[in-house]
């Protein structure tokens, strides 16, 4: 019986092992909100990476954050700073060099599924959209289709990439329906052209 239990025990570890991810943030100036903000759950790794040169944190604002995490003051496109959240709940955050224009939160889950962290981590803005849409994914999107409300697919694409820009300045005013794919992984969004 004792066997048993620790075989249970340990497949219950493996499957939780392969379950933490690490989800990967550009930080640069002018990142903030929805850009520098991702769903996750606990056991799961942020990880931030400089997208330009000048000198950044990445520091939990205290009184609005589970955890407490603080990069240090570091300079230079490409470096990186990571951390594992194990604690749920919201955790605020910015850089205080320019806590203005670069801030975020990372919301954190005891369990969360794979499909729920792809729905959940996708942005898209603005909305009303007038010239370009952006969408941003944490997993990287293989592909798209927007439809009007017709059903009518009025355009499509393969993607590899975490960011998709798509110019809708030639659409005529309505809503239209973004579907995204990565993998198996699928949802659909509902965007408004002004």
Known sequence: ???????????????????????????????????????????????????????????????????????????????????????????????????????????????????DKFVQNISWFPNPVQDELTITSLFKLDSYQITDVLGKTVESGNQNTNVLNVNMVEYAKGIYFVSLASGDLKTTVQIIKN
């Open 1 to 115: 019986m004792k066997k048993i239990t620790l075989l249970l025990a340990m497949l219950a570890l493996a499957i939780q092992v392969e379950a933490q991810q690490t989800f990967d943030l550009d930080w640069a100036i002018g990142i903030n909100g929805a850009a520098a903000s991702v769903t996750i759950e606990t056991g799961d790794t942020v990880r931030w990476t400089w997208a330009d040169g000048a000198p950044h944190t990445v520091t939990n604002i205290a009184g609005s954050s589970e955890e407490t995490f603080d990069s240090g003051t570091l300079q230079g496109e490409g470096t990186q700073f990571s951390f594992t959240f194990s604690v749920a709940g919201t955790n605020d955050y910015r850089c205080e060099v320019h806590p203005g224009s670069m801030f975020g939160t990372i919301t954190v889950n005891e369990v969360l599924s794979v499909e």
